[in-house]
């Protein structure tokens, strides 16, 4: 086998074991159903879902925005297995995007925030 067509082959091979189970692209109505469901959903807890309404879901319940949706747990996934509770919690203290500092939330602190992103992700009720 000559080298230029053995790189391509690694390269490949690299590129397919990467790809893992690809999903389907949603449909219309799928997408319609996550944004019904992300604009009525809230937390279990009161005094996270107050903090929820008035922090979170003009961003996380909108699907014009870029901010996954509230229950979209297709959306929510990969940010979880590529940086972690930690991370997500990190942006929600500093910013990330198009997110501010806090995510508009002043009094939540880091119980709050994790609650806030277990929820969102699809973790909690």
């Known amino acids: 086998m000559d080298y230029p067509r053995a790189v391509f082959l690694l390269a490949m091979s690299l590129m ?20 019904a469901a992300a604009q009525t959903l809230r937390p279990a807890d009161p005094v996270i879902a107050e903090k929820y309404e008035r922090a979170c879901m003009a961003c996380h319940a909108d699907p014009e925005n870029a901010a996954p949706l509230s229950g979209d747990v297709r959306a929510w996934t990969p940010r979880l297995e590529a940086r972690g509770q930690n991370g997500l919690l990190e942006s929600s203290l500093n910013g990330f995007g ?3 500092p806090l995510g508009a939330c ?7 925030f994790e609650k806030l992103i277990a929820f969102m992700a699809g973790e909690a009720p």
Do not use: F, S
């Open 106 to 112: 002043p009094d939540c602190d880091v119980d709050d």
């Open 98 to 100: 198009g997110m501010p």
């Open 16 to 35: 397919l074991a990467a790809c893992g189970e690809e999903q389907a692209p949603q449909t219309a109505q799928e997408r319609a159903a996550l944004v």
